[in-house]
């Protein structure tokens, strides 16, 4: 079982910058992708950003240019950098692992409240 622990979470100004932490404990050996979803009441969950263990990257049209995200494996963990914040990116962000055999653990999610 993969647990994780999301931090970096708050309120910020439009314009600002957050960087969101996600710790990974457990039975980690096997984790191929990590990533983020955020997800807003009423809507689904949507993919933010992930990244492969060899560090491939992937993002959402909606925030290429202004997040990065990146993965430590030493430390086991991953992290979210969010500029140039816009007030529709807030949302409850959670951290998502994925074994290479298909299987997800959720973090219990994190929130980000962009005001104008």
């Known amino acids: 079982q993969v647990m994780l622990v999301e931090s970096g979470g708050g309120l910020v100004q439009a314009g600002g910058s957050l960087r969101l932490s996600c710790a990974a404990s457990?039975?980690?050996?096997?984790?191929?992708?990590m990533g983020w979803y955020r997800q807003v009441p009423g809507k689904q969950r949507e993919l933010v950003a992930s990244?492969?263990?060899?560090?491939?990257?992937n993002y959402a049209d909606s925030v290429k240019g202004r997040f990065t995200i990146s993965r430590d494996n030493a430390k086991n963990m991953v992290y979210l950098q969010m500029n140039s914040l816009k007030v529709e990116d807030t949302a409850v962000y959670y951290c998502?692992?994925?074994?290479?055999?298909?299987?997800?653990?959720w973090g219990q999610g994190t929130q980000v409240t962009v005001s104008s």
């Open positions: 998502n692992a994925e074994t290479v055999n298909g299987r997800a653990s």
């Open positions: 457990g039975i980690i050996f096997n984790i191929n992708v």
């Open positions: 990244i492969s263990r060899s560090g491939w990257s």
